[in-house]
């Protein structure tokens, strides 16, 4: 048994480079469950980050009691992480569950039946449709959905009423990574795999805390530093996280200037011909621009700015440019800071320079936040068009057209989608008067929290709340509909490195709660949204008719799912995409060819001005980008809009912790997580708190221009003159609303977004701080990761935090080695037609065997 | 030789649509993307004017005053509020910088045949960011024209 609560990581099993990843079974059950007891063990994967580990979830008396990694799956080998052992089915099998609908009467929410709250719902839609068009509507969905749920309401936005108002909280962590994949290869996907991890021989992290956001794979790098010949770390990150730990390198920038230290790696790569000129000539373009603009930021000029050492530029840079093979990820730290598209496109840019791609080690993984997030960007319930398809490009919208017999010009396609910060902008005008949010908690999680409380609570506007709990956001709803979550329905759902998971459904929800996609399909449904043949719109019976849409929605796109059939995902590994008759087994990674999809009648996108978002357009794009060919974008450095000054003296900086997801609405029901981190902090450098007069623990006031926090300190590690705190602690456990002592990161962040991809900054604003009450104890922030107490603060004799540990109550079982590692592509079940053995029969039925027996 | 004229003309324009970004980012503060784009842009057509100073020196000022008064680049001297608001004002800008635009390729034209490098280099810097101006006005308004145009209230 390992306290897998103190233990984030687990187990090592050193492997060498090239070698395989050894199995690591992991399993945590209920209180007083024993392996004995568990009836059946349904395939699943963990919807509580973007890494996607397989799991079985296992089944007593109907409930669910347990979950264990899949040892035959290539995402995690058997692994799990603290969210998913403790908060996967702890998450949802809470009392607080909403087992009813409720409407808003009299200025209370309460109960009723399905037709009551749906009617509700269809008349306003029908009475705004009819009076003020189309445009009145907005969605805001999430990044936890299940693919079929996602394509339903995409296919509803589209086709039923055609609003360009459709967007995901994927908005929040992920759009920044489709936008530089786009602006630099001309179409999302990712390049790289999890196996670069196996074969590099340099990792760098970007502004990516993988210790906390993505623990499993975490775990896996570890697992490399343990073996025989590490690979060298270099983390960008202002924090001193456990990446920045075992880190060769620790860039912990300013921050808001990531754009200078990344234009200063090329300058460097550059300066010293690090480069391939054979595949900068046959792959690129735009490579004399590049030049120029990097030009004028040599090491030590990156290094004023960005307040590191200029020798730690350069070694950085070394290691990029003399390492045989380099791995990149990159998350929130740049696609959540400013300029955050042009500082992402830069790594790709380094890769690309030295020919780094397409080869194992050699990856790119532009990473997301959310679970699902990839298939919101696929299905385009982010206002994209389905299919990676270019908006720009009337063939494309006609495709969709055919595929969906509608008349072309129902489908928005005049102007770019309408991005989160502007549905809600648009809503504050009062022009967007319907508003369906889904799964999605944006009270808590979208910056300025004071004007989106004052947004939601405006009477003109109607707002649907479609969750499992009564959220903050649920709480200013006018409907509010309760929704089967994880376990309790059947879909599939696509992780960062395109690897694609069913996830059954295991129990029923609670009371009258329904999936997402019955809700979606209903709702066509009572609005008769039809084909131009009169025929429903949505004549789905359940979600394995709207994956074979999906399918054909993909045909001959990068995300080609045609291979994949929810039969050759159960049982097997899951199936990185593309899966086709060119890739029957999927395939693990991309561009081994150096063909890149920026052929302009293929292209997802002609691409953006980095400094401006200004559209390149059809006729520029084909005149200068051959088809095939990456672009090299850039765009020189600004600083941030917003920059400490006498009044607000302190940068401030968003996050998350290893025991949390998102608004903690799962992760706050797991006792386990809750106990690891129970209340919101702040964390302070020694060398701040002391000038303030702040000791570990104190209660502090932090204060921006927008509102205000009020939590304990904690005396890290952080660089000095930065602020951080975590973004999870809204208000549904105490009474909903900020009461006396705010705690939502989110009350200070700024208005303001990347122009490409619209992403919020969350990590850069100018904030204050002072003591506001003596401490009661150390602060409730966990001593295992980045806000671990610093040694410096310790000298100073203050009260030194209680370890995090699991108390006895976190304990889980890893069986190592269990089974030899799964390599691609045998741990694929093959296809129809394949002579590998153990595969899908052609033409059978694909209801197959739901659940697994028990070993 | 009418350079001059032209040059004085193109420094005054840029100058003018200088103020007027920052016209419309302080009218429009609450639309982020606007405000602080507008303030960038600013500053990079106070750039284009101040790359451009040493070549109105070198060809001189214009003694006779004799620029034609209907090229004369207007400012905006306000803004103007809501949805429609916004894009009529986006609209000023863009019309502002055409002129610039078109101005910055009669100069061009002028600098080739004179074979001026100097005056070349400083075209061929800032005349592409003027148009990566016009282009970016463009995309904004197209966003927002159908909202104003037809949703709002
Ligand atoms: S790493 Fe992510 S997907 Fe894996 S168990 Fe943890 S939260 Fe779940």
């Not at chain 1, 509507?137 to 995409?154: D, K, N, R």
């Not at chain 1, 009258?512 to 949505?538: C, H, K, N, V």
């Given at each position: 048994m390992v306290d897998r609560i103190a233990q984030i990581w687990g187990t090592r099993t050193p492997y060498p480079r090239d070698g395989l990843w050894p199995v690591r079974v992991d399993q945590a059950l209920g209180e007083g469950v024993s392996a004995d007891d568990v009836d059946r063990w349904v395939q699943s994967a963990c919807v509580l980050c973007s890494n996607g580990c397989a799991c079985d979830i296992a089944v007593k008396d109907g409930a669910m009691v347990g979950i264990r990694g899949r040892a035959g799956d290539l995402v995690n080998h058997g692994r799990l992480g603290p969210k998913g052992l403790f908060a996967s089915w702890q998450g949802v099998s809470h009392k607080d569950r909403l087992q009813r609908p409720m409407i808003r009467e009299n200025g209370r929410l309460v109960e009723c039946d399905w037709d009551t709250a749906m009617n509700r719902i269809t008349?306003?839609?029908?009475?705004?449709?009819?009076?003020?068009?189309?445009?009145?509507?907005?969605?805001?969905?999430?990044?936890?959905?299940?693919?079929?749920?996602?394509?339903?309401?995409?296919?509803?936005?589209?086709?039923?009423?055609?609003?360009?108002?459709?967007?995901?909280?994927?908005?929040?962590?992920?759009?920044?990574?489709?936008?530089?994949?786009?602006?630099?290869?001309?179409?999302?996907?990712?390049?790289?795999?999890?196996?670069?991890?196996?074969?590099?021989?340099?990792?760098?992290?970007?502004?990516?805390?993988?210790?906390?956001?993505?623990?499993?794979?975490?775990?896996?790098?570890?697992?490399?530093?343990?073996?025989?010949?590490?690979?060298k770390v270099v983390c960008i990150d202002p924090r001193d996280t456990e990446v920045a730990r075992h880190a060769d390198v620790h860039l912990a920038v300013r921050p808001g200037t990531n754009l200078a230290l990344m234009n200063?790696?090329?300058?460097?790569?550059?300066?010293?011909?690090?480069?391939?000129?054979?595949?900068?000539?046959?792959?690129?373009?735009?490579?004399?621009?590049?030049?120029?603009?990097?030009?004028?930021?040599?090491?030590?000029?990156?290094?004023?700015?960005?307040?590191?050492?200029?020798?730690?530029?350069?070694?950085?840079?070394?290691?990029?440019?003399?390492?045989?093979?380099?791995?990149?990820?990159?998350?929130?730290?740049?696609?959540?800071?400013?300029?955050?598209?042009?500082?992402?496109?830069?790594?790709?840019?380094?890769?690309?320079?030295?020919?780094?791609?397409?080869?194992?080690?050699?990856?790119?993984?532009?990473?997301?936040?959310?679970?699902?997030?990839?298939?919101?960007?696929?299905?385009?319930?982010?206002?994209?068009?389905?299919?990676?398809?270019?908006?720009?490009?009337?063939?494309?919208?006609?495709?969709?057209?055919?595929?969906?017999?509608?008349?072309?010009?129902?489908?928005?396609?005049?102007?770019?989608?309408?991005?989160?910060?502007?549905?809600?902008?648009?809503?504050?005008?009062?022009?967007?008067?319907f508003l369906w949010i889904s799964a999605t908690n944006p009270a808590v999680s979208m910056p300025q929290l004071p004007r989106i409380r004052e947004i939601l609570a405006k009477p003109e506007l109607f707002v649907v709340v479609q969750d499992l709990y009564l959220t903050e956001t649920a709480q200013a709803a006018d409907v509010v509909l309760p929704a089967a979550g994880w376990?309790?329905?059947?879909?599939?759902?696509?992780?960062?490195?395109?690897?694609?998971?069913?996830?059954?459904?295991?129990?029923?929800?609670?009371?009258?709660?329904?999936?997402?996609?019955?809700?979606?399909?209903?709702?066509?449904?009572?609005?008769?949204?039809?084909?131009?043949?009169?025929?429903?719109?949505?004549?789905?019976?359940?979600?394995?008719?709207?994956?074979?849409?999906?399918?054909?929605?993909?045909?001959?796109?990068?995300?080609?799912?045609?291979?994949?059939?929810?039969?050759?995902?159960?049982?097997?590994?899951?199936?990185?995409?593309?899966?086709?008759?060119?890739?029957?087994?999927?395939?693990?990674?991309?561009?081994?060819?150096?063909?890149?999809?920026?052929d302009p009648d293929y292209c997802e996108s002609y691409g953006h001005d980095l400094l401006t978002g200004a559209t390149v357009g059809p006729e520029a794009f084909r005149a200068t980008v051959p088809a095939g060919r990456a672009v090299l974008k850039t765009a020189d450095y600004h600083p941030p809009h917003e920059e400490p000054d006498g009044e607000y003296p302190l940068r401030y900086t968003t996050g998350r912790t290893a025991y949390h997801f998102h608004t903690r609405t799962k992760t706050g029901r797991s006792r386990q997580l809750t106990q690891a981190a129970p209340r919101a902090w702040v964390e302070l450098g020694a060398d701040d708190a002391g000038r303030l007069g702040i000791g570990e623990g104190d209660l502090v006031r932090v204060e921006s221009r927008r509102g205000r926090i009020e939590v304990p300190a904690r005396i890290s590690d952080i660089r000095a003159g930065t602020v951080f705190a975590p973004f999870h602690y809204g208000y549904w456990d105490s009474d909903g609303t900020p009461g006396e002592h705010p705690t939502a990161a989110n009350e200070l962040t700024l208005t303001e977004w990347d122009p490409v991809s619209k992403q919020p900054v969350f990590k850069n604003a100018a904030v204050r701080v002072e003591k506001i009450g003596d401490a009661e104890g150390p602060a409730p922030a966990p001593t295992t990761t980045a806000s671990r107490p610093s040694a410096a603060a310790e000298n100073q004799g203050t009260r030194r935090p209680r370890p995090t540990t699991g108390g006895g109550e976190a304990d889980a079982t890893e069986d190592v080695a269990a089974t030899p590692p799964p390599r691609f592509p045998d741990a694929v079940r093959p296809g129809p037609g394949s002579d590998r053995p153990g595969g899908v029969s052609a033409g059978s039925n694909s209801a197959g065997s739901d659940q697994e027996a028990r070993p | 030789m009418n350079l001059n004229i032209y040059l004085g003309m193109l420094h005054q324009a840029e100058k003018t649509l200088a103020e007027s970004f920052r016209q419309v980012a302080a009218g429009h503060g609450d639309e982020p993307d606007v405000h602080f784009l507008c303030h960038t842009l600013a500053q990079q057509c106070e750039e284009h004017s101040r790359l451009l100073h040493p070549i109105v020196e070198r060809y001189g000022e214009d003694p006779s005053d004799a620029e034609p008064e209907r090229l004369h680049a207007e400012g905006l001297s306000s803004t103007r509020q809501g949805p429609v608001g916004l894009l009529r004002d986006l609209q000023d800008l863009y019309l502002l910088a055409s002129l610039v635009d078109v101005t910055w390729t009669m100069v061009k034209q002028a600098g080739s045949a004179l074979r001026d490098r100097e005056l070349l280099e400083v075209v061929e810097r800032c005349d592409g960011e003027t148009s990566v101006q016009l282009r970016w006005l463009q995309t904004r308004m197209k966003q927002a024209a159908p909202q104003a145009l037809i949703a709002a209230r």
């Open positions: 008349e306003r839609s029908r009475q705004l449709l009819r009076d003020r068009g189309p445009l009145s509507h907005g969605f805001y969905t999430s990044g936890q959905l299940f693919l079929e749920e996602y394509y339903a309401l995409a296919v509803i936005g589209k086709a039923g009423i055609g609003t360009p108002h459709m967007d995901g909280n994927t908005r929040l962590c992920t759009a920044t990574a489709a936008a530089a994949l786009k602006e630099t290869f001309g179409a999302d996907g990712q390049p790289g795999s999890y196996t670069d991890i196996d074969s590099c021989d340099a990792i760098f992290l970007y502004g990516h805390n993988m210790a906390e956001t993505q623990t499993v794979l975490w775990s896996r790098v570890l697992d490399r530093i343990a073996g025989p010949d590490r690979p200063a790696l090329v300058h460097e790569i550059l300066a010293h011909g690090w480069v391939d000129e054979a595949y900068i000539q046959a792959h690129t373009v735009g490579f004399e621009q590049l030049k120029a603009t990097v030009e004028p930021w040599n090491a030590e000029a990156a290094a004023a700015i960005c307040d590191v050492p200029a020798a730690d530029i350069r070694k950085a840079a070394r290691i990029f440019g003399t390492s045989g093979r380099v791995l990149s990820t990159v998350l929130q730290g740049f696609y959540q800071s400013a300029q955050a598209t042009a500082s992402s496109c830069q790594v790709n840019n380094l890769h690309l320079l030295r020919g780094l791609l397409g080869r194992p080690g050699c990856g790119i993984l532009q990473m997301n936040g959310q679970p699902t997030a990839q298939n919101n960007r696929e299905c385009g319930a982010d206002g994209d068009l389905p299919g990676f398809r270019n908006w720009e490009n009337p063939g494309h919208v006609q495709e969709l057209a055919d595929l969906w017999d509608i008349d072309p010009l129902t489908i928005p396609h005049w102007a770019p989608p309408t991005h989160a910060m502007q549905i809600f902008r648009y809503a504050e005008q009062g022009s967007i008067e376990g309790e329905k059947t879909g599939t759902f696509t992780n960062v490195n395109r690897t694609v998971h069913l996830s059954d459904k295991a129990v029923e929800p609670p009371g009258e709660a329904r999936s997402d996609l019955d809700i979606f399909l209903d709702y066509s449904r009572r609005m008769g949204f039809t084909t131009r043949q009169g025929e429903p719109l949505l004549a789905w019976e359940g979600p394995e008719d709207a994956f074979n849409a999906w399918r054909e929605c993909t045909r001959g796109r990068p995300c080609d799912y045609t291979g994949i059939s929810y039969e050759r995902l159960r049982g097997g590994s899951g199936i990185p995409w593309p899966c086709n008759e060119e890739n029957p087994d999927g395939r693990d990674r991309l561009y081994t060819d150096g063909i890149f999809p920026t | -």
